[in-house]
T-cell receptor, first 110, second 115 residues
Framework: EDQVTQSPEALRLQEGESSSLNCSYTVSGLRGLFWYRQDPGKGPEFLFTLYSAGEEKEKERLKATLTKKESFLHITAPKPEDSATYLCAVQATGFQKLVFGTGTRLLVSP | NAGVTQTPKFRILKIGQSMTLQCAQDMNHNYMYWYRQDPGMGLKLIYYSVGAGITDKGEVPNGYNVSRSTTEDFPLRLELAAPSQTSVYFC??????????????FGPGTRLLVL
């Protein structure tokens, strides 16, 4: 069964304090790994898609990387507006569905 | 483009009542999905559709029904509401083929409380 585990469940950072969120996955064959950001009371907002081990993508202070077993979302010099829940999801080869992790709640304090 | 829209934003139902959650997208996506999100749990797929007239069950379909008569609309029907259906419901859409699914775009959600 395809599974996604995210850690930590919650993370509190000071503004400017860089860190990483982890997404470990087991999947029969990885078609794509997706990162989303979710603000309270809103729907998930797409950030990145990674397709193969070694791939990296960046957007502002965020950088996503992928290995054969896990993905990291690196946050460099975060700001309070980066506070949100970050969701990871995988798509297995041959399936149209995504399997989501439970997310990491990030709080960045000024 | 409005993207994915959902109505209502919030609803309180009594046990045994029925309701339809509406979802529409204007991106001409062929795939549409319904998820529920409970506290501390990941998004769980309820039903999905790969095109008008075609629907399939996800992980947690019991107690729900769907139909897809047009590309744009994908309503979710609750026939006999139960407290276990208290949740936040998200609709999503994407472009997809048999072997590739592009990014899923989500609506703002419908918060449902069953008492």
């Amino acid at each position: 069964e395809d599974q996604v585990t995210q850690s930590p469940e919650a993370l509190r950072l000071q503004e400017g304090e860089s860190s990483s969120l982890n997404c470990s996955y087991t999947v029969s064959g990885l078609r794509g790994l997706f990162w989303y950001r979710q603000d309270p009371g809103k729907g998930p907002e797409f950030l990145f898609t990674l397709y193969s081990a070694g791939e990296e993508k960046e957007k502002e202070r965020l950088k996503a990387t992928l290995t054969k077993k896990e993905s990291f979302l690196h946050i460099t010099a975060p700001k309070p507006e980066d506070s949100a829940t970050y969701l990871c999801a995988v798509q297995a080869t041959g399936f149209q569905k995504l399997v989501f992790g439970t997310g990491t709640r990030l709080l960045v304090s000024p | 483009n409005a993207g994915v829209t959902q109505t209502p934003k919030f609803r309180i139902l009594k046990i045994g009542q029925s309701m339809t959650l509406q979802c529409a997208q204007d991106m001409n996506h062929n795939y549409m999905y319904w998820y529920r999100q409970d506290p501390g749990m990941g998004l769980k797929l309820i039903y999905y559709s790969v095109g008008a007239g075609i629907t399939d069950k996800g992980e947690v379909p019991n107690g729900y029904n769907v139909s897809r008569s047009t590309t744009e609309d994908f309503p979710l029907r609750l026939e006999l509401a139960a407290p276990s259906q208290t949740s936040v419901y998200f609709c999503a859409s994407s472009y997809g083929t048999r072997d590739l699914q592009e990014t899923q775009y989500f609506g703002p959600g419908t918060r449902l409380l069953v008492l």
